[in-house]
């Protein structure tokens, strides 16, 4: 099992910048890739950003590129969420995923196996 705690969420001002953290724990070799994903109220889960465990590999949705930053800590076994400029249309709730399972990174929760609980971003316009 992987068990994953996000945190550095909050409320910021259009244009404002904020690092979310995700630990992981656990049987964390089992790991091939992990992602953060977001839901806003009445949406459906989006994949944000994807990086192969270990490999440096990155995949970004379109809407973030150039903006957001994935990157980790092999050694901490955390993951990191880099976002700049953050639009109003940011806003949501954000959460880290870990896939154990082999196959391509694709930024589609479905493939995600393990969730964490999730953290709050709120952009202000």
């Known amino acids: 099992q992987v068990q994953l705690v996000e945190s550095g969420g909050g409320s910021v001002p259009g244009g404002g910048s904020l690092r979310l953290t995700c630990a992981a724990s656990?049987?964390?070799?089992?790991?091939?890739?992990m992602g953060w994903f977001r839901q806003a109220p009445g949406k459906e889960r989006e994949g944000v950003a994807v990086i192969y465990n270990g490999g440096g590999v990155t995949y970004y949705a379109d809407s973030v590129k150039g903006r957001f930053t994935i990157s980790q800590d092999t050694a901490k076994n955390t993951l990191y969420l880099q976002m700049n400029s953050l639009k109003p249309e940011d806003t949501a709730m954000y959460y880290c995923?870990?896939?154990?399972?082999?196959?391509?990174?694709?930024?589609?929760?479905?493939?995600?196996?393990?969730w964490g609980q999730g953290t709050q971003v709120t952009v202000s316009s």
């Open positions: 656990g049987y964390t070799v089992s790991i091939s890739c």
């Open positions: 995923a870990a896939r154990v399972r082999g196959g391509y990174c694709v930024k589609d929760p479905i493939y995600f196996e393990h």
